[in-house]
C-alpha cells in the first residue's frame, strides 16, 4: 500500500528533554505489524499526515495540522508484542523507574534500551496496565504537541487511589523536585497535573463503591477531533470497528485490534 503524505523532517531538534518535564505523559507510541497499512488507516480516520522520525526507518511521526500528534513504531513482531497504543512518562532515568516498578509490583516488558536521542522501556503496573517511559530528548517540536494538546490519557483500573500511589512512587508524582507533576484527587477520580494543566486522569468509579474486578486495567489513549461522526464511519471503511459511540465520544479499534478514543473538540 502506498505511504500517502509522508514527509522528511527538515532536521530540526528541541533541546525539550525529560529532566525538564520529568514524570508527565510526553509522548503516544502505537506499535504495528504493518507501518504502510496503519498509515493508510490513521490517515484516513484522523487526516494524520506522515513523516520519518529521528528514530529510524521503522518510526514515523504522525501530524495533525503540521503539529506532532504520536509516533507509529513497527516492531510488534519483533519484540512480540501485542499491538496497541501507549502512553509514554518522560523520567530522568529509564533505569532507575524500571527497578522502582519492580520493586512495586509491576514489571518490566521491554527494556530499557537505547533509542537515539534517548532510552526507553516498556512496562506494566501491579494491574497489568501498560505504559512506556523515555528518558532523554523529546520529540521535535514537544512544547507544540503539549500546548495543541491533541491527545489525552486516562487510566481505567480497578482503584483509582492505588494505582495513583504506585505511579507517584514510580514517576516521583507530588515530590520536591521542582517540575514534577502535581496529583488532584477530584469527583472520584485522581488528576495529573502539569504546569497547571490536567495530562492525565485515573478512574475506577465511585469512591463508595469497592473496586470491580471485573474490570481489565488499561491506559486509554484519546485523540481530539473536529469531528468523532466522519471518523466513526471512515473507520469502518477502513477495516475498523466501533466498540462505543456517543455524540461527542466514540472508542474505536483499528484493524490490528488497537483500541483508541476520539473525542470532539466541539463544545456540548
Same mark, same amino acid.
Given at each position: ?21 520529568? $514524570?508527565?505523559? +510526553? ?15 490513521? $490517515? ?8 520519518? #522520525? ?16 504520536? &509516533? /507509529?513504531?513497527?516492531? =510488534?513482531? =519483533?519484540?512480540?508484542? #501485542? ?8 523520567? =530522568? ?19 530499557? /534500551? ?13 494491574? &497489568? ?23 489525552? /490519557? ?5 482503584? =483509582?487511589?492505588?494505582?495513583? /500511589? ?14 514534577? +507533576? ?9 488528576? %495529573? ?42 473507520? &469502518?471503511?477502513? &477495516?475498523?470497528?466501533? %466498540? ?25
Amino acid at each position: 500500500m502506498k505511504n500517502h503524505g509522508t514527509t522528511h523532517s527538515s532536521g530540526a531538534t528541541d533541546a525539550v528533554s525529560t529532566r525538564s518535564v520529568f $514524570g508527565a505523559p +510526553c509522548w503516544v507510541s502505537l506499535s504495528s505489524r504493518d507501518l504502510d497499512a496503519t498509515q493508510d488507516f490513521y $490517515g484516513a480516520v484522523l487526516g494524520w499526515r506522515w513523516r520519518t #522520525a529521528r528514530l529510524g526507518d521503522r518510526f514515523r511521526t504522525a501530524l495533525a495540522d503540521g503539529v506532532p500528534v504520536a &509516533g /507509529i513504531a513497527e516492531m =510488534a513482531t =519483533a519484540w512480540q508484542m #501485542a499491538v496497541a497504543w501507549t502512553p509514554y512518562f518522560a523520567v =530522568a532515568n529509564a533505569d532507575e523507574t524500571a527497578a522502582r516498578v519492580r520493586e512495586r509490583g509491576g514489571t518490566v516488558a521491554v527494556g530499557p /534500551i537505547s533509542f537515539p536521542p534517548g532510552r526507553a522501556a516498556l512496562l506494566a503496573d501491579r494491574d &497489568g496496565a501498560r505504559f512506556g517511559v523515555w528518558q532523554g530528548q523529546l520529540v521535535t517540536e514537544w512544547e507544540a504537541w503539549r500546548q495543541a494538546a491533541p491527545t489525552f /490519557i486516562t487510566l481505567h483500573t480497578r482503584d =483509582a487511589f492505588d494505582a495513583a /500511589i504506585f505511579y507517584g512512587g514510580v514517576l516521583d508524582w507530588a515530590s520536591d523536585p521542582p517540575g514534577c +507533576c502535581e496529583v488532584e484527587y477530584a469527583g472520584g477520580e485522581v488528576l %495529573l497535573r502539569s504546569r497547571g494543566d490536567v495530562v492525565a486522569r485515573i478512574e475506577s468509579g465511585s469512591v463508595e463503591t469497592p473496586p470491580d474486578p471485573s474490570v481489565r486495567p488499561h491506559w486509554q489513549v484519546h485523540f481530539a477531533v473536529a469531528d468523532v461522526g466522519p471518523c466513526v464511519r471512515t473507520a &469502518g471503511k477502513y &477495516g475498523g470497528s466501533v %466498540l462505543a459511540e456517543g455524540r461527542r465520544e466514540a472508542v474505536l479499534r483499528d484493524p490490528d485490534g488497537a483500541q483508541f478514543t476520539v473525542t470532539s473538540r466541539r463544545q456540548p
